[in-house]
């Protein structure tokens, strides 16, 4: 597998006689960086100034409200948690509609995991372990979760389809604000576990 923080350049002296990857070894270097450490640019898959992608999921054998899922992501797919929207959805939540990219907002998700992402490179490889750390539990739940989510909303569906529907809408945009939780302290932690008075 490729990976750019396996470059020689982001090797440093361990004070042992040995080379360790330095901490500041990100997959995502600026103009600048790459200039100052003469790394040459390759284009990663996750790139860091993307806006949002998706995942579509479809199972025809559902009924079209319940099947069609949209595995969501905003900002940087490195980082940024998928959420489900349904085809069903009645509405998303307000967090994943606001965004102003000339004035930083704190309830937009997609503010939230940029301000995150962006503070990733100033220690690149601990800080995308804290990221991990929250991210991927939330993830692995969602996941684990979704056939009971899913089953729950078929019961529904039975009774009636606008039920459904609504118990969709409200699952994901729960999801969507968790999210925008979740980025928000990570934005906190890293500030103080990673200000310059904890050297």
Do not use: C
């Not at 959420?83 to 606001?98: D, F, H, K, Q, R």
């Not at 009636?160 to 945009?173: F, G, H, M, R, W």
């Not at 906190?188 to 008075?197: A, D, G, M, P």
């Amino acid at each position: 597998i490729y990976d750019m923080t396996s470059y020689p350049e982001w090797l440093v002296p361990d004070g042992k006689g040995n080379y360790v990857k330095s901490p500041l070894a990100t997959p995502f270097p600026n103009s600048e960086m790459r200039k100052l450490i003469k790394q040459t640019y390759r284009r990663p898959v996750a790139r860091h100034r993307g806006h949002y992608g998706m995942v579509m999921q479809l199972r025809g054998w559902l009924p079209k409200e319940i099947g069609g899922v949209y595995w969501v992501y905003l900002d940087n797919p490195y980082f940024s948690p998928y959420v489900p929207i349904y085809s069903g959805n009645l509405s998303v939540a307000e967090t994943y509609n606001t965004y102003d990219p000339n004035k930083y907002d704190e309830k937009s998700a997609r503010w939230a995991i940029d301000f995150v992402d962006n503070m990733a490179n100033l220690r690149f490889q601990d800080i995308a372990n804290d990221i991990r750390a929250v991210r991927d539990p939330f993830e692995a739940e969602m996941f684990n979760n979704q056939k009971a989510v899913e089953d729950e909303a078929m019961g529904l569906y039975k009774k009636d389809p606008k039920l459904a529907q609504e118990y969709l809408t409200k699952y994901s945009n729960n999801k969507m604000d968790r999210v925008t939780e979740m980025f928000l302290n990570l934005r906190n932690q890293i500030i103080v576990k990673y200000t310059n008075n904890q050297e």
